[in-house]
């Protein structure tokens, strides 16, 4: 069955270590995104790729990295000058144009050892 | 930019009555909409979405939600609640014409009570 594949499920991370979470997906979409969740505040953008070797800042970029150089990988950095990392990490895909709905992965949980 | 609005963080019903659940959209343009739900430790699916084809849109697990242009709203409901029904459920909208990136609502808890 095609679908988004995220790993780690759990991730841990020591101060001043960068870390990278892993999104995999097969369902042929051009678009991917990388969410944070916190409680109480929905859904917030940190970056979206449109398209293979290009990606944009979302709403929350700061101390976050991603490359996408294939199609079926985004994979997200949560860097050392993220200082609040603590959150739960949700990547998604789409296919281009109007109205398409983005397909969730099952997440990964990060915490601060 | 386009915004949405959750009304309630959390909303309790009895096993078998009526869910509603709120979303007010604001948008520049015709918007695309959609309802998602999520379980405890999950990613979110996808209940359900509004592409101007229809105004009363049907979806999965019996929810259903109006999209009313006059009253920028895009509310969810289902006749009869049950237990599994017991989630978050979030609201979210197209940005742009022509993307599929979305800006979601904070998300309504569901609490379903026997």
């Known amino acids: 069955d095609g679908g988004i594949t995220q790993s780690p499920k759990y991730l841990f991370r020591k101060e001043g270590q960068n870390v990278t979470l892993s999104c995999e997906q097969n369902?042929?979409?051009?678009?991917m995104y990388w969410y944070r969740q916190d409680p109480g505040q929905g859904l917030r953008l940190i970056y979206y790729?449109?398209?293979?070797?290009?990606?944009q800042k979302g709403d929350i970029a700061e101390g976050y990295s991603v490359s996408r150089e294939k199609k079926e990988s985004f994979p997200l950095t949560v860097t050392s000058a993220q200082k609040n990392p603590t959150a739960f990490y949700l990547c998604?895909?789409?296919?281009?144009?109007?109205?398409?709905?983005?397909?969730f992965g099952d997440g990964t949980r990060l915490s601060i050892l | 930019a386009q915004s949405v609005t959750q009304l309630g963080s959390h909303v309790s019903v009895s096993e078998g009555a009526l869910v509603l659940l709120r979303c007010n959209y604001s948008?520049?343009?015709?918007?695309?909409l959609f309802w998602y739900v999520q379980y405890p430790n999950q990613g979110l699916q996808l209940l359900l979405k509004y592409t101007s084809a229809a105004t009363l849109v049907k979806g999965i697990n019996g929810f259903e939600a109006e999209f009313k242009k006059s009253e920028t709203s895009f509310h969810l409901t289902k006749p009869s609640a049950h237990m599994s029904d017991a989630a978050e459920y979030f609201c979210a909208v197209t940005r742009w014409a022509g993307y599929s990136t979305l800006t979601f609502g904070k998300g309504t808890m569901l609490l379903v009570s026997p």
């Open positions: 790729s449109q398209i293979v070797n290009d990606f």
């Open positions: 948008s520049s343009v015709p918007p695309y």
């Open positions: 998604a895909s789409s296919g281009q144009g109007d109205g398409q709905p983005q397909h």
């Open positions: 369902l042929n979409h051009d678009a």
